[in-house]
């Protein structure tokens, strides 16, 4: 599977994006999906997650109230709306899917693909 993220920009604080993450496997809606980012200089840390059917979403606590995670299944997409931007939201981010298909949210290491990123940089 290839993994397509899209939507990042230079954007100043307090402004909202939408990521786009496109799925080129035809089993897309069989697994979790999440976003990951890495700050410059920092490891990369989970941002969000959402079941296959939507109905469960999880969030990292930096993110709660600002960011939403949803996915269309019927588009292989699964997108990262970021409200009230701020800068130590700044990064890459990244979208990945997760093979776990009991737990939730999926632990970490049960990601087994991820597309290339895209750039968030939010200006203060």
């Known amino acids: 599977v290839q993994l397509q993220a899209s939507g990042g920009g230079l954007v100043q604080a307090g402004d909202s994006l939408r990521l786009s993450c496109v799925s080129s496997?035809?089993?897309?809606?069989?697994?979790?999906m999440g976003w990951f980012r890495r700050a410059p200089g920092q490891e990369r840390e989970f941002v969000a997650s959402?079941?296959?059917?939507?109905?469960?979403?999880a969030y990292a606590d930096a993110v709660k109230g600002r960011f939403t995670i949803s996915r269309d299944n019927a588009e292989n997409t699964v997108y990262l709306h970021m409200n009230n931007l701020k800068s130590e939201d700044t990064g890459v981010y990244y979208c990945?899917?997760?093979?776990?298909?009991?737990?939730?949210?999926?632990?970490?290491?049960?990601?087994?693909?991820w597309g290339r990123g895209t750039q968030v940089t939010v200006s203060s």
């Open positions: 496997g035809r089993t897309f809606s069989s697994y979790p």
């Open positions: 990945a899917r997760s093979r776990n298909l009991g737990s939730f949210p999926p632990p970490v290491a049960s990601y087994d693909a």
């Open positions: 959402v079941s296959r059917t939507i109905s469960r979403t």
